[in-house]
Nanobody
Framework: QVQLVESGGGLVQPGGSLRLSCAAS????????MGWYRQPPGKERELVAS???????NYADSLKGRFTISRDNAKNTVYLQMNTLKPEDTAVYYC???????????WGQGTQVTVSS
């Protein structure tokens, strides 16, 4: 089993920055890809960014240049640096891990990010 715990959310003013963290524990050896998703109020969950074991990254087109995903393998932690935040970035942000071996997704509990003045 895999446990994912997000942290770093909160209230920030437009134009500000936040860094989210996702700490992974448990059977993480089988996790191939880690990602961040978000779910704005009243909308469906959407991909923000992902990173694989080799460090290759993938971003939602609309977020390229503002958001950066990274990982610290020694700490089993994935980060999402969010810059120049906009009110439309307001959402619950979820950490996700994917295992190709078990063809399974693992999810964190989510962390709220609110961008408002």
């Amino acid at each position: 089993q895999v446990q994912l715990v997000e942290s770093g959310g909160g209230l920030v003013q437009p134009g500000g920055s936040l860094r989210l963290s996702c700490a992974a524990s448990g059977s993480i050896f089988n996790i191939n890809v880690m990602g961040w998703y978000r779910q704005p109020p009243g909308k469906e969950r959407e991909l923000v960014a992902s990173i694989n074991r080799g460090g290759n990254t993938n971003y939602a087109d609309s977020l390229k240049g503002r958001f950066t995903i990274s990982r610290d393998n020694a700490k089993n932690t994935v980060y999402l640096q969010m810059n120049t935040l906009k009110p439309e970035d307001t959402a619950v942000y979820y950490c996700q891990g994917y295992s190709a071996l078990y063809r399974s997704d693992y999810w964190g509990q989510g962390t709220q990010v609110t961008v408002s003045s």
